[in-house]
């Protein structure tokens, strides 16, 4: 049972524009959400996380939005450079109570290509 | 910086034999991890420890285990390799916090092979 999905295995972007990934959870026991970036060959690096209280956090080129009635969040990143070109994976996980072992629930993730 | 570091990057095993996978951190992080990551599947959690000489399974720990003798260092062991556990295993750690958020800290993988 997939709780936290990316339903788009790649998405690709021209240089400048606008990139939107998209991530769908289905527990609604979290409260937490967090985006990381990987390339080959390398571990994952945390890029931006959002809390339930919040529906937007912007950190420079990247914001990412929550919907919580739709159980629903996206990472934009404007504008899209080349070296953003990387799998980015989408985590969430419950933050409050006893729950909390930190453990991360991961989506499949997004290759992003963004082109010269 | 947070360093958490994978001994071995790239490994060849044959099938059958024991695999000891070896994870150090250096910032007295209460928690550690054993994801795997494969195309299409994302990252998956094989076993976790919130403290020494605890381990929980995750969602995959079939033909896994694991151990935990000391704060930093958190071992992952294929008791008998076999041609499925062929992929990039990922160690991780964060804190303990009881608070809302926790962000992980990933070490660079590790590339086993098992033929």
């Known amino acids: 049972d997939q709780q936290v999905k990316q339903n788009s295995p790649s998405l690709s972007v021209q240089e400048g524009r606008i990139s939107i990934l998209n991530c769908d959870y289905t527990?609604?026991?979290?409260?937490?959400f967090l985006w990381y970036k990987k390339y080959p060959a390398e571990g994952p690096t945390f890029l931006i996380s959002?809390?339930?209280?919040?529906d937007k956090n912007e950190d420079g080129r990247f914001t990412v939005f929550l919907n919580k009635s739709a159980k629903h969040l996206s990472l934009h990143i404007v504008p899209s450079q080349p070296g953003d070109s990387a799998v980015y994976f989408c985590?969430?996980?419950?933050?409050?109570?006893?729950?909390?072992?930190?453990?991360?629930?991961f989506g499949q993730g997004t290759t992003l290509q963004v082109k010269p | 910086d947070v360093k958490v570091t994978q001994s071995s990057r790239y490994l060849v095993k044959r099938t059958g034999e024991k695999v000891f996978l070896e994870c150090v951190q250096d910032?007295?992080?209460?928690?550690m991890f054993w994801y795997r990551q494969d195309p299409g599947l994302g990252l998956r959690l094989i076993y976790f420890?919130?403290?020494?000489?605890?381990?929980e399974k995750g969602d995959i720990p079939e033909g896994y285990s694991v151990s935990r003798e000391k704060k930093e260092r958190f071992s992952l062991i294929l008791e008998s390799a076999s041609t499925n556990q062929t992929s990039m295993y990922l160690c991780?750690?964060?804190?303990?916090?009881?608070?809302?958020?926790?962000?992980?800290?990933f070490g660079e993988g590790s590339w086993l092979t098992v033929v």
């Open positions: 991780a750690s964060s804190f303990w916090t009881g608070a809302p958020g926790n962000t992980i800290y």
């Open positions: 527990n609604s026991m979290f409260d937490y």
């Open positions: 959002i809390s339930s209280i919040k």
């Open positions: 985590a969430a996980t419950p933050a409050h109570g006893s729950s909390n072992t930190g453990k991360l629930i």
């Open positions: 910032m007295d992080h209460e928690n």
């Open positions: 420890s919130y403290d020494v000489k605890m381990k």
